[in-house]
């Protein structure tokens, strides 16, 4: 953990986590977590959400909470893919779902778009973007046809590095989904855990958006709640093989894993959420994220606190966090500038 922790109290195991909260308001939930149980990060979903003017509102008193409490700022997220996956409507420009944007767009036009709609999550205060998706759906039967941009590997892997291009330059951190790729799955991992249906053992056409990613320097990576029985039984999310032998070691990238939702149902069907965390966190993901229940993220906590044989791994994912965190000083708009962008014909 950091200098000031202390590996016993669960407020020191806080940091790893990133989690919803209740309402489009600074509440009493909201600054428990921040300041009590000192989470790492926040994620926004629809019932956080009414303007812009409140969204920045909402993450300027975070971030005052945040840094009050740790001298760090918090992660601040959204699934802001396009399609039927973004949480902030108009006046917010609205994406096009992936997979139109690979059919009628060009790379170059889908790092602009990620330029501009990162523009617009840094003027409300918003860091990090849960996007892009870099699976390679095989056919329409997968529940992730529409959020992928192709089913030809390398023109995926074009459009996704475009985007993420297009995020960092407009200072957003984007997050490289869902790995090691749900293309070759036919269920829902919302609901089940999907199964893995390519049968490669390499998974060539699954990892080469990812392999790309890495190199165009990709700062985050999810995990997906998907089986590889090529691999191991358990869940990529909660595997060592597929978070420290892949992506780790053969894909070669250091920067920080998230999980997927631990409350989603290819999890949580056979494990609560805090036990989903303990795991997902050994197997070697940084950041946990759950998006719901605030309980769980004060049990998860408390299960990892108890826990002496998690401290260096511990130590080892608050490191990757707190230096992505640390080089992202808030620098929050100025609310008339927030109201002017919005305000704005077109």
Known sequence: MDNQAVTDRPSSWGQLLMVGIPGPRMEAVARELVRDLRVGGVILFARNIASPE???ELTRDLQREALAATGRPLLLAVDQEGGRVQRLKAPFTLIPAARDLGA?????????????????????GINVNLAPVLDVPRSPACPQWDRAYSSDPETAASYAVAAIRGYLSGGIIPVAKHFPGLGDTLVDSHEV????QSGDPQREVDLLPFRQAVAAGAPMVMTAHLAVPEWEARPATLSPVAL??????????D??????????????TKLPA????KEALAAGADLLLICNNW?????????????????????????RLNALRESLRPRMAQLKAVQEYFARPG
Do not use: C, K, N, Y
């Open 54 to 56: 409140q969204v920045w």
């Open 255 to 268: 920067g920080v894993i998230i999980t997927d939702d631990l409350e989603m149902g290819g999890i949580s």
């Open 104 to 124: 009628t767009s060009t790379p170059a036009e889908v790092e602009r778009l990620a330029r501009q709609v990162a523009r617009e999550l840094a003027l409300v």
């Open 244 to 253: 420290q032998v892949w992506l780790r070691r053969r894909l070669s990238f």
């Open 295 to 319: 309980q769980a993220a004060w049990e998860t906590a408390r299960l990892l606190a108890a826990d002496a044989s998690l401290a260096e791994r511990g130590r080892e994912a608050a490191s």
């Open 193 to 196: 855990l999907p199964l893995a």
């Open 274 to 277: 805090p036990q989903g965390a």
